[in-house]
T-cell receptor
Framework: SQQGEEDPQALSIQEGENATMNCSYK?????LQWYRQNSGRGLVHLIL?????REKHSGRLRVTLDTSKKSSSLLITASRAADTASYFC????????????FGRGTQLTVWP | DADVTQTPRNRITKTGKRIMLECSQT?????MYWYRQDPGLGLRLIYY???????NKGEISDGYSVSRQAQAKFSLSLESAIPNQTALYFC???????????????FGPGTRLTVL
């Protein structure tokens, strides 16, 4: 079964706007990761946040984690058309063995 | 050159045929994974391997088998392909080491498989 559930399933915005995607999960975790997938291509790792971290930044990306609510959000600021992609969250369900459990993704479309 | 490569990139086959998808990596990672992706369902794990002698079933292993021929190679086989195995298949790798608990995975470009 899917561990992460992204919300919304689809998001459409204009260039320059901010995009916020959410992820909820059900078990304890060591870390939560966000990946990006351009249409029909492999996933690319964006950012990882550990369970003892609350916020992390990487360029125009900001990730928050609330372990009490078992939820995370990915914010992309000043979106560009090139940000159009699917975004997935993934958790380890508390294991350090290497398995990841992916959500179903949010399809982000950024219009020029 | 890509760190994780998959062959073939596209394949059309018929029901009942045996097919093998291959994955090679130059990252030197011990851990390798096979996922399938279907529209609206995200990625589901088929098999994973933590080293050459360690193979584990994932969520949806029925109808699939794997072979870890070397640290760098991990093949996925469909012994008798059926139409509902039509999907996008991804290979991924991850490191084992001091930072292994971080579990970042590196994905290949995918194989689009169509079973008629």
């Amino acid at each position: 079964s899917q561990q992460g559930e992204e919300d919304p399933q689809a998001l459409s915005i204009q260039e320059g706007e901010n995009a916020t995607m959410n992820c909820s999960y059900k078990t304890s975790i060591n870390n939560l990761q966000w990946y990006r997938q351009n249409s029909g291509r492999g996933l690319v790792h964006l950012i990882l946040i550990r369970s003892n971290e609350r916020e992390k930044h990487s360029g125009r990306l900001r990730v928050t984690l609330d372990t009490s609510k078992k939820s995370s959000s990915l914010l992309i600021t000043a979106s560009r058309a090139a940000d159009t992609a699917s975004y997935f969250c993934a958790t380890d369900r508390g294991s350090t063995l290497g398995r990841l459990y992916f959500g179903r993704g949010t399809q982000l479309t950024v219009w020029p | 050159d890509a760190d994780v490569t998959q062959t073939p990139r596209n394949r059309i086959t018929k029901t009942g045929k045996r097919i093998m998808l291959e994955c090679s990596q130059t990252k030197g990672h011990d851990r390798m994974y096979w996922y399938r992706q279907d529209p609206g369902l995200g990625l589901r794990l088929i098999y994973y391997s933590f080293d050459v002698k360690d193979i584990n079933k994932g969520e949806i292993s029925d109808g699939y088998s794997v072979s870890r021929q070397a640290q760098a190679k991990f093949s996925l086989s469909l012994e008798s392909a059926i139409p509902n195995q039509t999907a996008l298949y991804f290979c991924a790798t991850s490191d084992r080491g001091p930072r292994s608990s971080y579990n970042e995975q590196f994905f290949g470009p995918g194989t689009r498989l169509t079973v008629l």
